[in-house]
Each structure stands twice: as C-alpha cells, then as structure tokens.
C-alpha cells in the first residue's frame, strides 16, 4: 500500500516542495519515497510516491518503478501477479525482483492498456512510456484504492488524498458547500451518486475506468461495464462456481510477506473468511473485534465462540465510551480524512487500526462488500419476495418466513411492508433515511432526486448493484482506506473480486435466500467451514454506539462547539437543531446518524477554515 500523485503543467518543483508533497503522504508509505521529473511535450511531467512494504520487502521494488523507457507509480496490490508473472517467463520476461510492481509495469509493457482487464486486486497507479509520451491513470474496477484530480488552467493533478493535492496546488481549496448539504440532508448514501468530493475543484476519479494522455488530450475510458449474463444452472452447481471463486480471492488476498491480521465480528462475513483461511489454507489466524456495552450491538458472545473454534490469536478492542476525548480523537481522523467522518462506525474503526498497530500487523482482512453480493440487508428480503412473486409457491413460503423470521425483528418502519416497500417513494426514504424532523430542521426543502443507474432489469439485483458501486460500499471502503492508511495498514476485501462478483450477480435470484436466511449462496458454501452457530445466524447485528455515550448534550462547551456560527447554519436551522439536542438521549437512529454528522462536519469546516 503506498501513496502516489502526480503533475502534468509548466511548474517545477524544487527540494522543499518536493519533501512538502511527500511528507502529506508520509503515513500511506513511510518505508520509503520518491519523485521523478520527466519532460512531456513542452511541460514537466512530475510523480511523487511514497512505499508501505507489503511484497518484496527490499529496495529493489521502490518506485516510481523504471523498466527501459517506462515509469510506473503504483498503491494498491495486484493479486494476481504470480499468475501474470508465469504468463509473462513464457513469453520471455525477466524478473530482478519478487514485487507485484514489476508485473504490472511489464504487463502494461506486452499487452498496453488492454492488459488492464488482465488485473485482479486494488489499484491506483500511473504508467508512463516516455517514448511514445504516453500515460495511463487507472482505478481499480471497485474502488478501493483512492485517486483524485484537478484539471484547470492547463494544469493536471492526481494524487491518493486531496490534501496532496492542496500541498501540489500551494493554496487553500474552496468548500463544496453543496456536497455539505447534500450529505447533511441525505447520509452517506448520496455522496457517490456523482464524482463530486467536499472541495469545488476537486474530482474523484471513477472506478473501473482510465484515462490516456496523449497528444496533449486526455481520453477516459472503460475497462470494466457490468454485464449481466443471466444463467440457468441448478444452484448446487451455481454455489459450486460461487465457492470456487470465494476460495481463489481468500487464496490470493492471503499473499504477503508480512502476517495477516482478521476482522472478526459476530457474523458470517468476516467468519466465513478467518475459518477458510485457518481450515482450508492452514493459516495462522490472528483476530480482532471491537466490544462495546451497548447491549442491541453486543457480539461478544458470538466473538468470543468463534475465536475458540479458531483458536486464533485474538484481541478485542474495548471501546472506551469516554466523553472527554471524543472530539479531540473525531478531530485527529477529521484531519487525516480531510474530509468529515460520515459514520460512527467509521470513528470506532479507527480506533480499531490503533489497536491492531500497536500489536505490529501492517495488514488486515475484512468482509466488506458481502452484504451487497450476496444480500445482507434487511430491504434486501423485500426486494427478494418482490423478485420471486411470480413463482406462486416459493412466494407463499418465503413470504410466511419473513413475516415469522424477519419482521419481528426489523426496527426500521419503512421495511414492515413488503408490497409497497419497492414503490420509488419507499425506496428513497429508506435509502437517504427521512425522517419527520427533517422536514423541519432544514431551512430549504430538500429536493435532491433519487437515481438509480440501470446495470440489470431485476430491481433486487440493479439495487444490490447500485449500493456496491454508488451508495455503501464505495463509502465503506474510503473510511477504511483513511482509517487503515493512518496507521501505515493495508487492508484487503475477498469479496470485492471481479470474478466473485460476476458469479453472484449471473445466478438466478431465487438462490439467494432460503428459509428468510438472507446470504443463502455464503451460508451454503461454507457449511464444512464456518460453525452452525454462527453460519446459520440470520440475525443481522452490526455495530454501533449512541451518540449520547460519547458527547454530552449538556456540556456548554459541547454545545457551543455544536452551535458556532459556520456553514452549516446555511443548510441547518439552528433553533431547531438546538430543539433536537435538548432531547439528550434516546434519539431514533437517524438522529443519531444526523446529529454526528453535524459534528463530523463542524469539526472539517473548522479544520479547513
């Protein structure tokens, strides 16, 4: 895992510019840096990287990486590369290192940009034929290595964080005080709808995608469009192609040279993943899991269960609900994110990475990216007995199941009705959670549409879709890049591989619930693996914290804090907002979600002002 970034224009940078732009990517790669300044036409091309060891723990894999007249600037990893590598001796390369750098660079070399679609992993990476004066810039097909640019006034930046790109540009960056807004207004839901970020100038780049510089133009293309190829195979051979590309992405994701540190929760997910690796792969587990007190996301039990039938090496993380550090600690994240921390969730995980640091892993697996391939929310049950109702008597068994199984534990009220739940009205007040006090608290109406792009036809699948590439998991995964990389971690995802993916995505969708047990294809697949307990737990916990055990609403400095003049009041009614914290406890979800992200926010406005 690294840190890359890039300029194309007429400055040049001197020594303390360069170390400036390289100490802002300092804990993404703090095992080594470097810079390269290549003339391109009548400009200067320069590339900044900086190196977090994870293959090839030796010099000789530094970069930017040169092989004859090609550049390369790489974070990320290619999973891949030993497959690829192979390829490549038959075809008569040579290797000097053990790196996944030095295939990608000669991957690119043989096959050009076409080689792309020949990478599984995680990847931002610039590529460079001096040449033919051309480059690539490319982001991997999910997103989970960031990259974003700057393009104006002949200028071009990209870089692994925006606040490179402020060090690069030598100037403050202007608010997106509409990006503000719109999360305010709509969670984190709505912020990858577009590629807009939470600065004017700034663009993120699009997953799956990258673009050429040639000829003094800049071409974007595709290199990866989701394609459903509908197929009719019974579903024990559909689980069986489904298992075999689970147990290939564990396979790969397990290369390091450094040992892998688990996220373990209470549920299949992360389960599924620590038991293939320990009783398929003979790994040496080592586990970690937060434990908090509050009892409705209590999985200690369940942790506690499962670490003994793995007998892994496990720690749990205690989360201290301390009132008096908790704006100093959102504080110390806010600034590393540059941008605000848009769940709670997202701030225990930081304090997650701290603890997994400490005990000296420089790499971790979790599960992200499960619960929108194989279904794992609650909407998901809905949009299922929606999908299969033609199918008049798996329809009647599955909707007995759901009203037995389902409902009774289901809080939200927007999911207690599975006919009008799939109506577009319904759809968008469960995806952006309105509720009543929203329509008050804002001082304009909210009139932000709610789109879905068209990927497939099914209305389950196209939503599944849709959270994996434009609501949950592009969010997920860029909380747990900022959180991992302050930490100097790397982290891997075994379910967000390409291959995985399009299985899921091509098998009938009356296979992916059985008996109200959403995550059926997972549940099945490892049956030999993961315990009963845990594989056949239908109970969806997650975790969380109310916000009230961690900043008191009664503490005048909070609340000053809370209600300072900013931005914000552009957006929030203030009288009513402070109407809403006088209720100091029991807050519905939403409050909950909305009253920390005004915090969140408050603390990046005040940081970036």
Request: net charge positive; charged share 30%; hydrophobic share 35%.
């Amino acid at each position: 895992m690294c840190g890359i970034a890039g300029y194309l224009g007429k400055k040049r940078f001197d020594t303390k510019e360069i170390e400036k732009v390289l100490d802002t990517m300092y804990r993404r790669g703090p095992d080594s840096n470097g810079f390269k300044e290549i003339t391109y036409r009548k400009k200067f091309l320069s590339i900044f990287f900086s190196r977090l060891n994870i293959i090839d723990d030796n010099n000789r894999a530094n970069q930017p990486f040169v092989y004859k007249d090609k550049y390369l600037i790489f974070n990320g990893e290619i999973y891949n590369y030993l497959e690829l590598k192979s390829e490549l001796k038959n075809k008569g390369y040579i290797f000097k290192t053990q790196s996944d750098t030095e295939v990608l660079i000669k991957v690119l070399d043989f096959w050009g940009e076409s080689g792309i679609k020949k990478l599984e992993g995680m990847w931002s990476f610039f590529f460079y034929d001096d040449t033919k004066k051309k480059g690539i810039l490319c982001r991997d097909r999910f997103g989970e290595k960031p990259l974003f640019y700057y393009h104006k006034n002949n200028e071009f930046i990209f870089s692994s964080e925006t606040k490179t790109l402020e060090e690069i540009l030598n100037r403050k960056l202007s608010i997106n005080q509409d990006k503000i807004s719109q999360f305010l207004k709509n969670g984190y839901r709505s912020l990858h709808k577009n590629n807009s970020t939470f600065f004017k100038e700034i663009i993120e780049f699009p997953s799956g995608c990258y673009f050429i510089f040639q000829n003094n133009e800049i071409i974007k293309k595709n290199y990866w469009k989701i394609k459903y190829q509908k197929n009719e195979y019974s579903e024990i051979t559909s689980f069986k192609k489904i298992k075999e590309c689970l147990f290939k992405a564990i396979e790969i994701r397990l290369r390091s040279d450094f040992p892998i540190a688990f996220f373990l929760s209470g549920g299949i997910d992360s389960n599924s993943l620590a038991f293939i690796a320990k009783k398929y792969f003979n790994y040496d587990v080592s586990t970690f899991s937060i434990i908090g007190s509050d009892k409705k996301y209590d999985e200690s039990k369940q942790i506690s269960y499962s670490s003994k039938k793995l007998d892994s090496k496990h720690n749990n993380v205690k989360i201290s609900l301390s009132k008096k550090n908790f704006l100093e600690n959102l504080s110390v994240q806010t600034e590393y994110h540059n941008s605000p921390v848009v769940t709670i969730n997202s701030f225990l995980q930081f304090q997650l990475f701290k603890k997994i640091k400490q005990n000296g892993f420089r790499l971790t697996i979790g599960g992200d990216g499960a619960d929108e391939i194989f279904s794992g929310y609650y909407d998901h049950h809905l949009l299922y007995l929606n999908e299969i109702k033609r199918n008049k008597e798996l329809s009647k068994i599955s909707f007995k199941n759901w009203n037995k199984n389902i409902l009774p534990i289901t809080r939200n009220p927007l999911l207690n009705n599975a006919v009008n739940f799939t109506l577009e009205k319904n759809l968008k007040k469960h995806t952006f959670q309105f509720e009543k006090f929203k329509d008050s608290i804002f001082l304009k109406k909210n009139n932000y549409r709610f789109t879905e792009k068209k990927f497939v036809k099914s209305l389950m699948k196209n939503r599944m879709v849709n959270q994996l590439r434009h609501e949950t998991v592009p969010v997920l995964l860029k909380e747990v890049d900022s959180n991992s990389m302050y930490n100097s971690i790397e982290h891997r995802s075994p379910y967000l591989d390409s291959k995985l993916f399009q299985e899921c995505l091509n098998m009938p969708a009356a296979y992916y619930i059985q008996n109200s047990m959403a995550k059926w294809p997972l549940r099945k697949i490892t049956e030999n693996f993961t315990p009963d307990k845990i594989r056949l737990n239908s109970r969806k916990t997650g975790f969380n914290v109310p916000l009230e055990s961690l900043f008191d609403f009664k503490d005048k400095k909070n609340l000053d804090f809370l209600l300072k003049d900013s931005q914000i009041f552009n957006i929030v009614d203030k009288k009513n907002l402070i109407k809403l914290t006088k209720k100091n406890k029991n807050f519905t979800s939403v409050e909950n979600i909305f009253l920390f992200n005004i915090i969140s926010t408050q603390i990046f406005l005040e940081i970036t002002s």
